[in-house]
């Protein structure tokens, strides 16, 4: 008998595995969020009733938010900052890479638990992507 399931992906940041001294609550928000993700995973009840979970962190993108301008501002303001050093390690994913990356999320099957990450340098990989097991 094939089950369908029911698939909860959350798209959140790379600062959510990376520690980030620079910006300690939005890297704590995105610790708490990828936390969630993996113990909403290892429930075996959300199993039984058909429910996965999965999250994406990409690395700094191209978007309106973070986008060459402001990455070149950023170098003329804290050149040797943290958050420069960040960026270099990681270079700047472009949106459609992002997307590929969700569309590989969402079309592998099993899955449960995993955390994808999009670098530009690494590209697509898995920090957790073994499925889960509750062992309670």
């Not at 303001?77 to 890479?97: H, I, S, W, Y």
């Not at 099993?110 to 670098?119: A, F, Q, S």
Request: with cysteine.
């Amino acid at each position: 008998m094939n089950q369908k399931f029911l698939s909860s992906k959350f798209i959140y940041s790379f600062e959510g595995l990376e520690p980030a001294f620079s910006n300690p609550v939005y890297a704590g928000s995105k610790y708490g969020v990828v936390g969630y993700t993996r113990s909403m995973a290892a429930n075996t009840r959300m199993h039984k009733v058909g429910i996965r979970f999965t999250c994406l962190c990409p690395s700094f993108t191209d978007t309106p938010m973070f986008n060459s301008e402001y990455f070149e501002d950023l170098k003329k303001v804290d050149p040797n900052g943290p958050v420069l050093q960040m960026v270099t390690k990681a270079g700047v994913n472009t949106v459609e890479a992002v997307a590929a990356a969700f569309l590989q999320l969402v079309e592998t099957d099993n899955n449960n638990g995993g955390v994808m990450t999009v670098t530009k340098y690494t590209g697509i990989q898995y920090r957790h992507g073994k499925p889960l097991t509750n062992k309670l």
